[in-house]
Structure formats: C-alpha cells, structure tokens
C-alpha cells in the first residue's frame, strides 16, 4: 500500500503516489538519418541530384589544365568547419584515392585551424602589393563588361 503524502520534488521515489509503466521509459529505436558527412558525400541518399564532395574535387581538378592535376591531387587542403566531423578527412583521401588516376599522389591537407583559414588567407592576400592589380573594379566592369575579365584573368 502507498502512502499518500505530499510532494517534496525529492530523488526519493517511494514517496510517489504514481508510479508509471517502466515501458513508458523504454527508449523505442530511433529511425536511422545519415550522419551530416554523410550527407556531403552521398547527397543523392537524400534525394539532393547533386555529386559528393569526393567527385566535386576530382571534377574540380580535372577541370584545370593537364599539366596541373598531380600537383592539384597532392595538395588538397581541408578547411570550413565541416571538416572537423570525425573520419571526414580520411574518408575523403580514400574517396578521392579511388577517383584519382594512379599514377597521381594524393595528400588531403589539414590546418591547424580550419574554421578561419580561409579567412586568414584572404587578410593575407589583401595586404599583398600585388592585391589591387587581381581586381576588377565596377567601373572598369561596367565599361568594359566581362571582356575585362577575360583579359586580365586570361580566361
């Protein structure tokens, strides 16, 4: 028999007057979501018609002239703040592995604070000398149009 007494918001749970189902405390199993990385590389697993992150790179660097893809595989640097969750850097060198041609090393490199490196990079390159000659400026853009571009950026 249970005593019936007032509540005291104590750990002691013999006082309850009610105590509930334990199956109400059962945790049931949670449906399963691809993990955030997971997401990067297999975006199609959500219905996203986009490549992963591994195909994005090696297209990135197929993309760019022949002579410069071993270099570009051998250097790949991880920055922004999705590549701290865990296993991403690893999974990605042994995705880009598998893409790359192999005769091409690949090197996935990690600063030491990837959240703001690209940022320390761009302070950096704002205070080259050179810095303002890698510029369009609006108006050299709005009387010239994309021809400036093009000439300045040999595109």
Excluded at 40 to 50: A, E, T, Y
Excluded at 64 to 74: D, G
């Amino acid at each position: 028999m249970e005593r019936n007494t007032t509540p005291t918001f104590s750990s002691d749970s013999s006082r309850l007057l009610f105590h509930p189902p334990t199956s109400l405390f059962q945790t049931n199993p949670q449906p399963q979501y691809p993990s955030n990385s997971e997401i990067l590389f297999s975006p199609s697993d959500v219905g996203i018609p986009q490549m992963g992150i591994a195909e994005a790179i090696t297209h990135s660097i197929t993309s760019c002239p022949v002579e410069t893809h071993p270099h570009l595989f051998a250097n790949i640097l991880l920055t922004g703040g999705c590549t701290l969750f865990k296993g991403f850097s690893e999974r990605l060198l042994t995705e880009v592995r598998a893409l790359a041609p192999v005769e091409f090393d690949v090197n996935i490199m990690f600063p030491p604070d990837p959240v703001k490196y690209s940022w320390q990079g761009g302070a950096i390159l704002s205070k080259d000398p050179e810095f303002k000659s890698m510029l369009v400026t609006k108006e050299e853009y709005e009387e010239e149009g994309y021809r400036v571009c093009a000439d300045k950026f040999d595109v």
